[in-house]
């Protein structure tokens, strides 16, 4: 079996976490079997740990059995890499948003999170094992973006908090940065339906093209993206906004980033 990332697990999963007490161990362990992510892994934790980045929730929560928080930790050291090597100077404090940067006496505050592929069709991460076992799968492309928009949601909040509790400043910007990595198994499908990112999608209302015709003609005179500022609830209950960034309770939500790292 393989996790969704794509990484080669362990057959007998019971070995692991049970006889590793850090993450180097622990990489070592899980990856055994695969040099090159071991490796990069490896490299990875070492650059993060020496950082002082890493809250104390943070090798635990890593080396758990938990696959959630295992990618989520995996994310955070990902994101804080990248904003290094940008040139950004990247800090964490034990109470408050996991980053902050500053550049240029501009403070940045980042929430970083890894949405679980709650309500997505199991046959959208089926894999072939040969030609005869391939078939034709629409993408769940409104249970993707529920994902997405969830995520939003849930950590607005978390920054309502901390901008009540005053961590975050009247000055400082917010953000949040979407890693998509369990939500498929292609990074291709970081698109919508409408043919743009599900970023945009979740936070303004841009639906799939169309076209118009004419009724009396039966020609086409015209067409463009829908306007759809809500979809369906995948679990049946209020249909969910897709307007975030027009709405004046996001006013602090400065920025949205989507990626598929992992």
């Known amino acids: 079996p393989q996790d969704p990332t794509g990484w080669e697990w362990i057959e ?3 070995q692991v976490g049970l006889n590793v007490t850090n993450v180097p161990s622990y990489i070592q362990d899980r990856w055994r079997n695969n040099e090159e992510v071991r490796i990069r892994l490896l490299e990875l934790w070492e650059w993060f740990e020496n950082t002082g980045l890493a809250d104390p929730h943070f090798a635990s929560e890593f ?5 959630g928080k295992f990618d989520q930790r995996l994310w955070e050291m990902i994101l804080a890499r990248h904003l290094t090597d940008q040139g950004f ?5 034990a109470e408050g948003p996991d980053f902050r940067i500053e550049r240029d006496g ?3 505050w980042i929430e970083a999170i890894t949405p679980a592929p709650r309500n997505i069709p199991e046959d959208w991460f089926y894999v072939a094992e040969s030609a005869e076992d ?3 799968i629409s993408m769940p492309h409104e249970e993707i973006l529920s994902r997405w928009t969830s995520a939003l949601s849930s950590k607005k909040r978390k920054f309502d908090d901390y901008i009540a509790g005053g961590i975050v400043g009247d000055e400082d910007s917010c953000a949040i940065a979407v890693n998509a990595v369990l939500l498929s198994r292609f990074s291709i499908d970081l698109d919508g339906i409408s043919g743009s990112p599900f970023a945009l999608e979740a ?3 841009v639906g799939p093209y169309e076209i118009v015709f004419s009724r009396s003609s039966n020609e086409p ?4 993206h829908a306007y759809r500022d809500e979809i369906d609830n995948p679990t049946g209950g209020a249909r969910i906004p897709t307007t975030s960034f027009l709405q004046t309770d996001y006013s ?4 949205l980033l989507g990626a598929f790292a992992g």
Do not use: C, F, N, Q
């Open 12 to 14: 007998d999963d019971a």
């Open 134 to 136: 391939m078939k034709a």
């Open 89 to 93: 100077e990247v800090a964490s404090h």
């Open 221 to 224: 005179v015209g067409g463009g």
């Open 63 to 67: 080396i758990s059995k938990d696959l």
């Open 203 to 205: 936070t303004y209302p």
């Open 252 to 255: 602090r939500i400065s920025g």
């Open 106 to 108: 501009k403070v940045v």
